[in-house]
């Protein structure tokens, strides 16, 4: 089987590997960078999920892959304030997708202003932290919690979640 993962990032490669691995599932992995189709910095739920989704669909047809697998990072807002969460697809070629999310962390005033501004999360932690490449490594989750919680596991769980659509067909099919 080859799963194709939307993504250069070393982190979300890594991710795609454990989880795959944790849930026994062999395959090659294919990374491809792919276009998400939505905004450098998904600002609601819903967007990143459709970048994803993008990500999955996109890498999997370019890789001429069993599978693909589409990571998003966004933000989305309510009254509590903006929380940071990473949203993943992962997509078969029968059409079938599944989809989960990390944890999600609320984003302290200073950065949620920036990003209504326009700015993208990479850029915003990686000037506060006097840092280059923070998404490509710990990720503003591992910054927000001194290390305590890792971009790469949030995503393995996440892309556990979203397997589940495939690990456990029974209950997600329509008795097909």
């Given at each position: ?11 979300k490669?890594?991710?795609?590997r454990?989880?795959?691995e944790?849930?026994k599932i ?12 939505v905004n ?5 739920n819903?967007?990143?999920i459709?970048?994803a ?11 001429n ?7 998003e ?7 509590n ?11 078969d070629?029968a059409?079938n ?5 990390s944890g ?10 920036r990003?209504?501004?326009g ?6 932690i990686d000037?506060i932290e ?22 790469e ?7 556990l979640?979203?397997l589940?659509?495939?690990l456990?067909r ?7």
């Open positions: 089987m080859i799963i194709a993962v939307g993504t250069s990032n070393r982190v490669i890594s991710a795609a454990k989880a795959l944790i849930s062999k395959a090659e992995i294919v990374p491809v960078s792919v276009d998400s189709g450098p910095q998904p600002m609601s819903a967007e990143g459709t970048g989704i993008n990500r999955a669909k996109n890498s999997m047809s370019k890789a892959a069993d599978m693909g697998i589409g990571m990072g966004t933000v989305d807002e309510n009254p304030g903006m929380f940071l969460t990473g949203w993943v697809a992962v997509v070629n059409g997708i599944g989809i989960g999310s999600s962390i609320m984003l302290p005033e200073k950065i949620a202003s990003l209504r501004g700015e993208e999360l990479g850029n915003v000037e006097n840092g280059q490449g923070i998404k490509f490594n710990q990720g503003t989750i591992g910054v927000l919690t001194k290390g305590a919680v890792k971009r596991d949030e995503f393995v769980t996440a892309i979640l979203a589940a659509r495939f456990s029974e209950y997600y099919d329509n008795g097909d």
